[in-house]
């Protein structure tokens, strides 16, 4: 079986990691988040409604410390703009229960 991260484009809840996906499962850990943006900084991640590097990405928690590349990818996935999660308020589940507030509308198809 190939190995998925062979074709240079990794796609992973929504965000696409492209090349970046390998380096940092390659990488040596633990490593902060700086020293993740110093090595991959210029790295863009591409989703739906955007794109942004991972030093924007990382830039609030540079001096976390990963102690793997999931650990990683759980901090790319906390911080990527909200033009990341596609439509807001979309919702393919039941409507909200009785006495259930919610701040957005939800909509679906």
């Not at 863009?44 to 590349?69: H, I, K, M, W």
């Not at 790319?76 to 596609?86: K, L, P, Q, W």
Request: avoid cysteine; aromatic fraction near 8%.
């Amino acid at each position: 079986m190939s190995d998925p991260t062979d074709s240079g484009r990794i796609r992973e809840l929504g965000i696409e990691f492209g090349a970046l996906a390998r380096q940092l499962e390659r990488h040596e850990y633990p490593a902060t988040g700086a020293e993740l943006v110093a090595t991959y900084g210029d790295a863009v991640l591409q989703f739906q409604n955007g794109e942004q590097t991972l030093a924007e990405v990382l830039q609030p928690v540079s001096e976390e410390r990963f102690d793997s590349a999931a650990d990683a990818r759980t901090a790319i996935f906390s911080n990527v703009t909200e033009d990341a999660i596609g439509r807001k308020g979309y919702s393919d589940r039941t409507p909200p229960a009785l006495g259930e507030r919610t701040d957005t509308p939800t909509e679906s198809f």
